[in-house]
Nanobody, 121 residues
Framework: QVQLVESGGGLVQAGGSLRLSCAAS????????MAWYRQAPGNQRELVAA???????NYADSVKGRFTISRDGAKNTVYLQMNSLKPEDTAVYYC???????????????WGQGTQVTVSS
C-alpha cells in the first residue's frame, strides 16, 4: 500500500524558514510529477509548487523567489524549502505525487495527510 508521509511543518515567525519533506513508501515502480498544495481556512486548496520527473518546476506567483521545490528520485521524496515566510503562508500543506505501482498500470495521484505551517507576525 502506497503512503505519502509529510514532515517539517510547525510554527515560525515572519521572515523565517521551514523545510517540508514528503516521502512515498510502499511498492512504487516509478514516480512522475510531485507537488505541494496548501489550504488555508475558508479557502480552496491551491497549488504551491510542482516538479516533473525531469526536474522542471513551476510555482504559484505568490511564492516565486521564496520557495524552492526539489526531489530525490532514489528516495521518492519531495521537498519544499520555504524562506522569507509571511503570515499569509499559514495553511495546511499537502504533498501530491503521481505514482505507478506496476509497470503496466497507469499513474495514480496520491495525497499526504497534511502538515500545518503557521507563520506569526
Amino acid at each position: 500500500q502506497v503512503q505519502l508521509v509529510e514532515s517539517g511543518g510547525g510554527l515560525v515567525q515572519a521572515g523565517g524558514s521551514l523545510r517540508l519533506s514528503c516521502a512515498a513508501s510502499g511498492t512504487i515502480f516509478s514516480a512522475n510529477a510531485m507537488a505541494w498544495y496548501r489550504q488555508a481556512p475558508g479557502n480552496q486548496r491551491e497549488l504551491v509548487a510542482a516538479i516533473a520527473s525531469g526536474g522542471v518546476t513551476n510555482y504559484a506567483d505568490s511564492v516565486k523567489g521564496r520557495f524552492t521545490i526539489s526531489r530525490d528520485g532514489a528516495k521518492n521524496t519531495v521537498y519544499l524549502q520555504m524562506n522569507s515566510l509571511k503570515p499569509e503562508d499559514t495553511a495546511v500543506y499537502y504533498c501530491n505525487a503521481a505514482l505507478k505501482v506496476r509497470l503496466y498500470m497507469d499513474y495514480v495521484h496520491y495525497w499526504g495527510q497534511g502538515t500545518q505551517v503557521t507563520v506569526s507576525s
